[in-house]
């Protein structure tokens, strides 16, 4: 690599290492968990389901894990909004805005790759984009389970797995849902 492409991918993990300390502001606001989750955290855990997932159904693994690995990189700069905090058509306008300004720190050709990757997440324009978005609820219905377990109120938790029950489509992710 030139030095100045090394350069480059430093800053972009500066941006991305930033969600290892950015909080899931809804555990805390709406169920007071202590020591709640990181984005860095949730996204590597949906990152997991895509490999096994994807590769269950016979889908690019690669692609779905690489959405799933940038699906909330922008929440480096804007923040983990809560839909309290802004709508989901604000949210998306303000997301969007943080990713291409974090994608525009990388060299060109891999700019390229991961804005390819980032647009065709946003739109759900692929079997594999589609998948991710719904591993994303999957993933966090599976937290609000685990709190549940480590004692937290359950009727709290319960709104966070029924806005995934609500949005999740595909049958096999519905079943596993079905699990907890």
């Given at each position: 690599m030139k030095p100045e492409d090394c350069t480059s991918l430093i800053t972009f993990l500066r941006y991305a290492g930033a969600l290892?300390?950015?909080?899931?502001?809804g555990w805390i606001?709406?169920?007071?968990?202590?020591?709640?989750?990181s984005v860095a955290d949730h996204s590597w855990r949906t990152a997991l389901l895509a490999l096994i997932v994807a590769g269950y159904k016979g889908l690019d693994v690669e692609r779905a894990m690489g959405m799933a690995l940038i699906?909330?990189?922008?929440?480096?700069v804007i923040g983990d909004l809560t839909p309290e905090d802004a709508d989901a058509p604000r949210k998306g306008v303000l997301e969007d805005?943080?990713?291409?300004?974090?994608?525009?720190?990388?060299p060109e050709v891999v700019k390229t790759v991961l804005s390819s990757l980032w647009e065709e997440y946003k739109a759900g324009a692929s079997s594999e984009a589609r998948l991710v978005r719904e591993l994303d609820k999957v993933e966090m219905a599976l937290q609000a389970e685990e709190y549940r377990l480590d004692g937290y109120d359950a009727s709290k938790l319960k709104e966070f797995k029924e806005y995934a029950r609500g949005l999740v489509k595909d049958r096999d992710l519905v079943d596993l849902l079905g699990i907890f």
């Open positions: 290892k300390k950015e909080i899931r502001r606001l709406k169920v007071n968990v202590r020591d709640a989750e699906h909330d990189v922008g929440e480096s805005e943080a990713v291409q300004r974090i994608l525009s720190t990388l």
